[in-house]
């Protein structure tokens, strides 16, 4: 059963900080703050990571859980919980940051129809919840991988996730990709030394395709530290950067 019309894009914002030999922190509980200007709605968002788990598997990867909460200021509904995932070996070997999983993905898009519907004024029953649950269906995941062996100019992996309720469809790519070298930035969190990403985010929805074109600053045993959204003429969309760090 459709409660609301499905919302298909959500948040996908950034992560966090922490120390370590790796583009992520390994550390339970390292705290992070960020600021994320939306340029044309004048509005300011903040978002909260903490990482809450890490646990290394029998195949030897490393896996750092880091739990989002965002907060919009006029809001009209509460906007779910998001995780991203780091994922590695050695230092020696790259990062990969998991923006976003099938998993979650469907959790999320779940979780903001009930929201939307309640704001509407009607509470769906559980078992219009399991049903719109049943209808969901995703696969892939969002990543971006950080190479520390990597050149200038060198390309980024591909990735996409894509999710299906009844006969509509969305899918989200990151892709066009390039390693952009290095590149001393400073936040207010202080001022680090990064290597800087591109690439484009490609959404593809019932009401049509839209692109982005994303820059993202990470610091070694730190994690991200800036990022900015422009549309293709080249204007700002929006852009975050780290206030605050707390082990």
Request: proline share 5%.
């Amino acid at each position: 059963m459709k409660l609301v019309k499905p919302i298909l894009s959500l948040l996908f914002a950034a992560a966090t900080i922490g120390v370590s030999a790796q583009y992520c922190p390994t550390t339970e509980g390292a705290t992070a703050k960020y600021t994320s200007h939306l340029i044309e709605a004048d509005k300011t968002m903040s978002m909260t990571a903490v990482v809450t788990k890490v646990a290394k598997g029998d195949d030897g990867v490393t896996t750092v859980t880091c739990e989002q909460t965002i907060d919009v200021p006029g809001a009209l509904i509460t906007i779910p919980k998001a995780y991203e995932y780091y994922k590695f070996t050695t230092p020696e070997d790259p990062t990969v940051i998991v923006s976003i999983t099938a998993e979650d993905y469907k959790t999320q898009t779940v979780d903001m129809i009930v929201e939307g519907s309640k704001a509407q004024g009607r509470t769906p029953t559980e078992q219009q919840i399991q049903e719109l649950k049943n209808d969901i269906r995703t696969k892939g995941e969002l990543t971006l991988t950080i190479n520390p062996k990597a050149a200038e100019g060198d390309k980024l992996p591909a990735s996409t996730l894509r999710l299906d309720i009844g006969e509509q469809m969305m899918t989200v790519s990151n892709n066009n990709g390039k390693f952009l070298g290095k590149e001393e930035v400073t936040v207010p969190a202080g001022t680090f030394e990064c290597v800087k990403l591109a690439y484009t985010k490609k959404e593809n929805t019932p009401d049509g395709i839209n692109k982005t074109y994303e820059t993202v600053w990470y610091a070694p045993g730190v994690g991200l530290v800036k990022d900015e959204t422009k549309d293709k003429k080249g204007n700002l969309i929006s852009n975050s950067e780290l206030i605050e760090f707390k082990k």
